[in-house]
């Protein structure tokens, strides 16, 4: 990609330009460590104060609030959002080695591909599968039959789409492989990390809604239904037939049980064991999860544990000698 302006670059991120000189030209976008002259860099979390300060980039990209002397800024309303837009103006998208299927691919016949679709080697398409426009299925992705994409979905290698759901049922100690007769659905701009796995429904379909994002190793049990715009964070898990709003957050490694819902909006921290539904934009933590402001007091508590029993000790000792000696 050709290099910007910093006047340019402000104009197609949406920033205002604090200081600097609005014709020097901009190369690349780089870390604060390691930025150089010529380069931009992007600041969001108070931890990385201390790079902000010494950083040798030309200019960066900070919310309203930042107040930093003797650097030039990019204020947005969303650096975010900014930075992102810097990385596509400097850098463009991730650029592909070939075009549509390629021969070491194996697609069914009956399986339809849209236009625009890169299709990596080693992927496997079943039968009646449908896969729409401008999607990319990296290295080794398993697309089982009747599986449904929509457009622009992107899937990293090694993901599993429609594989049997977990189902069983279990009469004198053996367990009984249950059909799973369903697909998976994948609406619009989706896109699923390395690794991870949706499975097929038991009956109906197993659903993953517009915009919604799966980090690597995750897994998606039969019959889960998300909402559009959810994240869902690497080695997060959740069991089958249960319904997550729009714009839901599981942060790493949470676990969730089957048959609950969670609410639009709903936000678990890593780690997170839940086992009951959570209300529309309410945030949990801990194992079991419970609502932030209840499991911070605990934490607290939990924090002073270790010096309890000394205390206790030490009030019976009073008690004892107020009494007289005798309990």
Known sequence: ?????LNELAELIGAE???GDPNLR??????????QPGQISFFSNPKYEKHLAATKASAVIVDQKVKVENLTLLRAKNPSLAHQK????????????????????NVDPTATIGPGTIVYPGVYVGPQAKIGRDCILYPNVVIYDHCVLGD????????????????YATADGIHHKI????NVVIEDDVEIGANSTVDRAALGS??????SKIDNLATLGHNVQTGPGCLIVAQAGVAGSTTLGHHVVLGGQVGVAGHIELGDGAMAGAQCGISNSVEAGQIVLGSPAMPIGLTRRIFAVWRDLPELPGRLKSIERQ???LSGGTK
């Open 319 to 321: 008690l004892e000698k």
């Open 206 to 211: 197993t659903l993953v809604g517009k915009g």
């Open 1 to 5: 990609m050709e290099s910007k302006t």
């Open 152 to 167: 622009r979905v992107i899937i990293h290698g090694g993901a599993v789409i429609g594989a049997d759901g977990f189902g």
């Open 26 to 35: 901009i190369t690349a976008v780089n870390t604060l460590e390691d930025a």
């Open 17 to 19: 330009l604090v200081g």
């Open 86 to 105: 810097a990385m596509v103006a400097l850098h463009g998208q991730r650029t592909h080695l070939h075009t549509g299927v390629h021969p070491k691919a």
């Open 179 to 182: 059909p799973q007769i369903g």
